[in-house]
């Protein structure tokens, strides 16, 4: 089984509008962590934004907010404000805890493509 | 903002010959990785490197390929014996404490031919 899905390969916005990017997760680990990448053209991968799985309330980080629904294991990413340089591939990760280890991989998702229409 | 640095940013090998790709992850950090993406698929774990030793592989962590931290500073990945499949882009991250998130390196784009 997955343990990240992505299930919008591509997405189209107007520009300043909000948009939605999906991510559900699977996880027996009590203790995680969801992230959000963005990838531009150029490669590079960035940072937007973190979700622990105790933390109460949704994380958010200028225009990015994370709409987590821990019941539903879902993670989704909130952009408002689409600016045409959002466009761009965005993956959604996870950390999994294990209680004394030192490994704390990432797993990606496949990726949501993201084009901001002027 | 502090970065992580990766080196060189392209690089193109023969098949069959070794590569090492170079980081220098951001210097109060404590645990390194290595991810790759093969083009147009997702990002996939490939070592984490914990206390100067490597914490976990995944299963394209073969024999062929090893990391070092030779002098506290730089964080090498080799490929021992390049295939076709190897091409790639190769990611270097390192994070201080899962709270913190990762921080990516820009990649090295490696074509092997």
């Known amino acids: 089984a997955q343990k990240i899905t992505q299930t919008q390969p591509g997405m189209f916005v107007q520009e300043k509008e909000a948009v939605t990017l999906d991510c559900t997760y699977d996880?027996?680990?009590?203790?995680?962590?969801l992230f959000w990448y963005k990838q531009p053209s150029s490669g590079e991968m960035i940072f937007l934004i973190y979700q622990g799985s105790y933390d109460q309330q949704n994380a958010t980080e200028g225009r990015y907010s994370l709409n987590f629904q821990k019941a539903r294991k879902s993670a989704n990413l909130v952009i408002s404000a689409s600016q045409l340089g959002d466009s761009a591939m965005y993956f959604c990760a996870m950390r999994e805890g294990n209680s004394g280890g030192s490994n704390y991989k990432l797993t990606f998702g496949k990726g949501t493509l993201l084009t901001v229409n002027p | 903002e502090p970065e992580v640095t990766q080196t060189p940013s392209h690089q193109v090998t023969q098949m069959g010959q070794e590569v090492i790709l170079r980081c220098v992850p951001i210097?109060?950090?404590?645990?390194f990785y290595w991810y790759r993406q093969i083009l147009g698929q997702k990002v996939e774990f490939l070592v984490s490197?914990?206390?100067?030793?490597?914490?976990?592989k995944s299963e394209i962590f073969d024999d062929q390929f090893s990391v070092e931290r030779p002098d506290g500073s730089n964080f090498t990945l080799k490929i021992r014996s390049t295939k076709l499949e190897d091409s790639a882009m190769y990611f270097c991250?390192?994070?201080?404490?899962?709270?913190?998130?990762?921080?990516f390196g820009s990649g090295t784009r490696l074509t092997v031919v």
């Open positions: 996880t027996s680990d009590p203790s995680y962590g």
């Open positions: 991250a390192s994070s201080r404490d899962r709270a913190f998130g990762y921080t």
């Open positions: 210097s109060n950090h404590l645990y």
């Open positions: 490197f914990y206390n100067n030793e490597i914490s976990e």
